[in-house]
């Protein structure tokens, strides 16, 4: 994939799974009441919704913009989404499989295949190449592996009755 780099599919796929299986195991442990509850911040996101909005980063950057696939995607619906936790489990496997499957298309040095996405600003890296479109996701992915992770700490404290 980008050998000059040493960076190979199977090594770019195995970070994202990581940073999923994380967001996965923290609404798993929560379970459907706390998993899909925001903690008492302004803006803040249920870790649910941190988790729904990762897969469709994946969806939309490997599916599309890779692999040049049509994705329909409400990117705000996925921050206020909602549900049971085995449900979306399953989505994360699901998820997973398919952009292992869409990393296997990727011409790294190559234009996005389709980037019907305007851009924040003119330039933006993530859509020079498809290799640079795949580092977005791992980047994305891994953020909300964090803030996943605070956002659990702050819920359970919340829970406990701590400030």
Do not use: C
């Not at 939309?60 to 990117?75: E, I, P, Y």
């Amino acid at each position: 994939m980008m050998a000059g780099m040493g960076i190979s599919p199977e090594g770019l796929t195995g970070f994202v799974d990581r940073a999923v299986d994380g967001m996965t195991a923290i609404v798993r442990d929560l379970g459907d009441d706390l998993a899909n509850r925001r903690p008492g911040l302004p803006g803040a996101n249920s870790p649910y919704g941190i988790l729904r909005h990762s897969l469709g980063v994946m969806e939309f950057w490997g599916g599309q913009v890779v692999a040049g696939r049509q994705v329909s995607r409400d990117r705000a619906a996925e921050f206020s989404a909602s549900g049971p936790v085995a449900d979306l489990i399953t989505a994360a496997e699901h998820a997973k499989r398919q952009f292992k499957a869409d990393v296997a298309t990727a011409e790294p040095g190559a234009p996005p295949r389709r980037s019907d996405r305007p851009t924040k600003r003119p330039g933006d890296m993530e859509l020079r190449t498809q290799g640079n479109a795949l580092l977005h996701v791992l980047e994305d992915v891994t953020q909300h592996h964090g803030q996943a992770e605070i956002t659990r700490d702050l819920l359970l404290r919340e829970l406990r009755g701590q400030p």
